[in-house]
């Protein structure tokens, strides 16, 4: 029996929650978002509470905007608004039925293009157009065109993101972060912003990656090397790295690895919650050598006392008051 295009949207959406989903079946998914949310309003969620209550409530709102008016005789088909087909008045609504199944936050920000943004707090998964995996760190956030078989381009607009990318000789894979461009044909690789610092990092895990600042290129990143690129001195330097500190993260692991004090900085913000107060005119920012490694359940005073011992020799000392981190 041949099934009309809105009757195989409801068995995929099906199949999907059941986890069922082939690529092919994952692609065409993507397109009938891409398609929905190009007519649809922004919609934002405060935070999986909201995606929970109102997932159920909203996945019924887009199985009935799936019927499309009858034209037969009988015409016992559910009419919408005159001149407006069902399901383009529930785009938004369909996004946030996939919202809910994926646990990623889609926003709409303009005609052709989707951002993906993980909750504070949250590690997220999910498998792009073309079959190559994203894991979005805490706090992240990228962005993909509708037209992602064609463009397979992300751009990084804050956080931490590891890609698996989709080998595809035809199609090279771009990684946009501020003003570095990444490329890969098919490889596993992190890019991470350390906002208070204006440092961006980029580490292979496997393949060869290419990064390049407008017409510049910075260098070829092989397995286990990494560039930090600075952007207030535009200068950039290749180093050696351990995988872990690409995507130890996405298990669990707590990673730095030659680490500058901004860097520290940001982390026990991120990750702890936790307001720092730093003599600026004393200490660097952009200088020190911090390594460590842990579980992510560390509490924060074994934290301090690790990054006390490591800072020693920069007469660095951590002290944690309330909820404030003073750095003398």
């Not at 949207?9 to 099906?14: A, F, K, T, Y």
């Not at 039925?97 to 303009?110: D, R």
């Not at 080998?167 to 003003?179: I, N």
């Not at 990494?226 to 692991?253: F, M, P, T």
């Amino acid at each position: 029996m041949h099934l009309n295009r809105e009757e195989q949207i409801r068995q995929l959406l099906e199949k999907y929650e059941q986890q069922a989903c082939t690529q092919e079946e994952i692609r065409q998914l993507h397109e009938w978002l891409n398609e929905l949310a190009g007519a649809g309003n922004p919609l934002e969620f405060t935070g999986a509470k909201d995606k929970e209550a109102l997932k159920n409530k909203l996945k019924r709102a887009v199985f009935s905007s799936l019927t499309v008016p009858d034209t037969s005789v009988s015409g016992k088909g559910i009419p919408g608004p005159k001149g407006i087909r069902p399901w383009i008045r529930y785009a938004s609504m369909a996004a946030a039925v996939l919202l809910g199944v994926w646990g990623v936050t889609w926003l709409i920000k303009a005609p052709g293009g989707i951002t993906l943004a993980s909750d504070p707090g949250k590690i997220e998964k999910m498998i792009l157009p073309d079959g190559s995996t994203v894991w979005l760190n805490d706090n992240s956030e990228v962005v993909y065109h509708s037209d992602f078989a064609h463009r397979r381009s992300l751009e990084l607009k804050k956080g931490e993101v590891f890609l698996e990318v989709k080998k595809d000789p035809s199609h090279p894979f771009t990684l946009q972060t501020h003003e570095l461009t990444t490329t890969v044909l098919g490889t596993s690789f992190s890019a991470k912003i350390i906002g208070s610092t204006g440092v961006i990092k980029v580490s292979v895990v496997t393949g060869k990656v290419s990064v390049s600042r407008q017409k510049d290129t910075l260098g070829f990143l092989l397995p286990n090397q990494r560039i930090k690129y600075d952007k207030r001195s535009g200068q950039s330097g290749i180093d050696s790295v351990l995988s872990g500190e690409a995507n130890g993260w996405i298990g669990g692991d707590l990673f730095l690895q030659n680490a500058s004090l901004g860097e520290v900085i940001q982390w026990l913000q991120d990750h702890f919650k936790v307001k720092i107060n730093i003599d600026n005119n004393k200490h660097r920012i952009n200088a020190g050598e911090y390594y460590l490694q842990a579980k992510s359940d560390i509490p924060l005073p074994e934290v301090l006392k690790i990054l006390n011992l490591l800072g020693t020799k920069d007469h660095v000392k951590f002290e944690l008051q309330h909820q404030t981190i003073i750095i003398q």
